[in-house]
């Protein structure tokens, strides 16, 4: 398949009452293009996906006050950690956006395909004009 040749399409994910790894992990299978018969692994494949009502996504057991975000900003004594709680409160679209970016490939290649991935926390977004297809999960 030539890069030329590559239909891409768009998909819509509402993220309200869904599980956090589930939607995670469609979402991946549909930015990486494993859903499509011509899948090649490297190149990209994939659909744009919009994911909506990012602040209602669901997490199982004690993570709410459990998980943690950790980074670190290369200096020393710069590693900060957050929880899930205080990254709902402030940045909603952050929990799926991380989740996502951890199962694509760490490589050029994932981070395009992550550039095909857009999460917005209420259930608006500017991409109506797509026509976006509902993605079953």
Known sequence: MKAGEIQKEWYIADAENKTLGRLASGVAQIL???H???YTPHMDMGDFVVVVNAEKVRVSGKKE???TYF?????????KEVDLHTVRRLH????IENAVKGMLPH???GRKMFGNLKVYTGPDHPHAAQQPKAMEL
């Open 32 to 34: 990486k293009g494993k």
């Open 71 to 79: 980074s670190h900003s290369g200096y020393p004594g710069g590693a």
């Open 65 to 67: 006050m459990q998980k």
């Open 36 to 38: 499509k018969p011509t």
């Open 107 to 109: 490589n050029r290649l």
């Open 92 to 95: 909603p679209e952050r929990i």
